[in-house]
């Protein structure tokens, strides 16, 4: 069974740091490229960022550049956000999500909450 | 930067059609996709490339396409697909992965 499983989330204060984890299980983790898509209480979906399958190409959206990383260790099968200088409007769910140009996001892990609060 | 644009509620009852749309301008050239979300929930994949159904998902999930516009069909709605939908594409160029604003399906 494909399982994406996440974590790491938690309380943090603004301008801090947090690193999410995502354990992957059920597929070859290292053929694919990888996501992470966030949702803020009571909004809607907003993707976040891809990577590569070998680490070489990444993608984020504009509000993240600069402050978040995402990477991958094939060995382990897992996927990461390092988040810098979080600021409140980045609470949200994050959600790890496999991704393939022709099929979408698919599957979503369960998700991890980050709330960035003084 | 680039939007998909989903009416913000659709309200139909037990075994009528839903119809969802989703607008934006690089549709005529990148694949949509849907998603549903139940409360408390995280996404599924409804529909692929625009009209394709993934396993497991029912029949009366369709998707179609039309210039820049793309619709999520729900024929003979039943009460457990109450649900958000959101539908999702990338740029012009490609690389950055884009979700519409989500419709929140009501079955009356």
């Known amino acids: 069974e494909v399982q994406l499983v996440e974590s790491g989330g938690g309380l943090v204060q603004p301008g801090g740091s947090l690193r999410l984890s995502c354990a992957a299980s059920?597929?070859?983790?290292?053929?694919?490229?990888m996501s992470w898509v966030r949702q803020a209480p009571g909004k809607g979906l907003e993707w976040v960022a891809n990577i590569k399958q070998d680490g070489s190409e990444k993608y984020y959206v504009d509000s993240v550049k600069g402050r978040f990383t995402i990477s991958r260790d094939n060995a382990k099968n897992s996927l990461y956000l390092q988040m810098n200088s979080l600021r409140a409007e980045d609470t949200a769910v994050y959600y790890c999500?496999?991704?393939?140009?022709?099929?979408?996001?698919?599957?979503w892990g369960q998700g991890t909450l980050v709330t960035v609060s003084s | 930067s680039y939007e998909l644009t989903q009416p913000p509620s659709v309200s139909v009852s037990p075994g009528q059609t839903a119809r969802i749309t989703c607008s934006g301008d690089?549709?005529?050239?990148?694949?949509a996709y849907w998603y549903q979300q139940k409360p408390g929930q995280a996404p599924v994949l409804v529909i692929y490339k625009d009209s394709e159904r993934p396993s497991g998902i029912p029949e009366r999930f369709s998707g179609s396409s039309s210039g820049t516009t793309v619709t999520l069909t729900i024929s003979g709605v039943q009460a457990e697909d109450e649900a958000d939908y959101y539908c999702q594409s990338a740029d012009s160029s490609g690389t950055y992965q884009v979700f519409g604003t989500g419709t929140k399906v009501t079955v009356l």
């Open positions: 690089a549709l005529p050239k990148q694949y």
């Open positions: 999500a496999r991704w393939f140009g022709e099929i979408g996001f698919d599957p």
């Open positions: 059920g597929f070859t983790f290292s053929s694919y490229w």
